[in-house]
């Protein structure tokens, strides 16, 4: 079965200092992996994906998330936090093979960025 | 950029009362857009696929009479949660897959707050 793991719930970060997002996934086959994030009362918002390539993906907000396949993860970094970071973060999957547009979400893990 | 609206943005009802949630692809078409319920500090659980022109996909365990799903047009998906109960209060969000766009291009509305007193 295909799932998404991450594995805490909350991550504190003092601004300024790096921080890393945890996400682990398991699939069938080949993974398409993304990343959004999602402020108090507010839709989703697409922060980057992985399809095919480079291990080391950029995206929006200086974010950026290393695709290991070994270790099955895509966990999300920033070198440098900031306040407003702070929000809920959502990894998500979806097997190649599969011929529907559907994501399987992980739990979410809210990031709080201490000033 | 492609902007999906959902409207209303919060809306209050009483129990026993019917509440129409409408989704719009603004800047695109969109023949695929999901739906999905938030509980809480939880993640997202995929209600249904509507495909326009078709009959809604829904879920295991989301009841298709009670989350009715109209995808009429290429711009514009509804849900209706019918005799709604305080249980239905959730934080509903739709997502849109542009068409003839690489299926990664999901955009996501900015959800509709649901409480039902």
């Known amino acids: 079965a295909q799932s998404v793991a991450q594995p805490e719930d909350q991550v504190n970060v003092a601004e300024g200092n790096p921080l890393t997002v945890k996400c682990t996934y398991s699939?069938?086959?080949?993974?398409?992996l993304f990343w959004y994030v999602q402020y108090p009362n507010r839709g989703l918002q697409f922060l980057l994906k992985?399809?095919?390539?480079d291990n080391l993906v950029k995206g929006s907000y200086g974010f950026e998330a290393e695709f290991n396949k070994s270790q099955t993860s895509f966990h999300l970094k920033k070198p440098s936090a900031l306040v407003s970071d702070s929000a809920l973060y959502f990894c998500?999957?979806?097997?190649?093979?599969?011929?529907?547009?559907?994501?399987?979400w992980g739990a979410g893990t809210k990031l709080i960025i201490k000033p | 950029g492609a902007v999906v609206s959902q409207h209303p943005s919060w809306v209050i009802c009483k129990s026993g009362t019917s509440v129409k949630i409408e989704c719009r692809s603004l800047?695109?078409?969109?023949?695929?857009m999901f739906w999905y319920r938030q509980f809480p500090k939880q993640s997202l659980m995929l209600m249904a696929t509507?495909?326009?022109?078709?009959?809604?996909?829904?879920e295991q365990g989301v009841e298709k009479d009670k989350f009715l799903i109209n995808h009429a047009s290429l711009t514009l998906s509804t849900l209706t949660v019918t005799s709604a109960h305080p249980e239905d209060s959730s934080f509903y969000i739709c997502?849109?897959?542009?068409?003839?766009?690489?299926?990664?291009?999901?955009?996501f509305g900015p959800g509709t707050r649901l409480t039902v007193t």
């Open positions: 992985y399809i095919t390539g």
């Open positions: 699939v069938s086959g080949n993974p398409y």
């Open positions: 997502s849109a897959i542009r068409d003839r766009a690489p299926f990664y291009e999901q955009y």
């Open positions: 509507s495909n326009e022109g078709s009959k809604a996909t829904y």
């Open positions: 800047d695109f078409q969109a023949t695929t």
């Open positions: 998500a999957v979806r097997d190649m093979r599969q011929s529907n547009y559907q994501l399987i």
